[in-house]
């Protein structure tokens, strides 16, 4: 009924930038927090940023100052512009939501946490 779609990974050189957006699908009435989380090969994975509806953001110390997370409410669309990128930011990112309220499909209003997307590749390599 929810759905997480992500797009905008790719390769880049160390230096370059990359926008992610993810898209929740669904008959949804709000969301209340969206995010982004990284997992590197052979590593645990980890937030990187996180926003809820009402505009406050979280960020993982790593990416402070080089990452941007904005939210288009209206669009159930998260995106996260990353600049200043190193090859230590390859990974693996995940779009995660959470609190989400929506209509079933049976016609009732139904609420779910924790939804992932698959994941986008990001690969930052000279």
């Known amino acids: 009924q929810v759905q997480l779609v992500e797009s905008g990974g790719g390769l880049v050189t160390p230096g370059g930038s990359l926008r992610l957006s993810c898209a929740a699908s669904?008959?949804?009435?709000?969301?209340?927090?969206m995010g982004w989380y990284r997992q590197a090969p052979g590593r645990q994975r980890e937030l990187v940023a996180s926003m809820k509806s009402g505009g406050s953001t979280d960020y993982a110390d790593f990416v402070k100052g080089r990452f941007t997370i904005s939210r288009d409410n209206a669009k159930n669309t998260v995106y996260l512009q990353m600049n200043s990128l190193k090859p230590e930011d390859t990974a693996v990112y995940y779009c995660?939501?959470?609190?989400?309220?929506?209509?079933?499909?049976?016609?009732?209003?139904?609420?779910?946490?924790?939804?992932w997307g698959k994941g986008t590749l990001v690969t930052v390599s000279s």
């Open positions: 995660n939501a959470d609190g989400i309220r929506y209509l079933g499909d049976d016609g009732a209003v139904g609420y779910g946490m924790d939804y």
């Open positions: 669904g008959s949804i009435f709000r969301i209340y927090a």
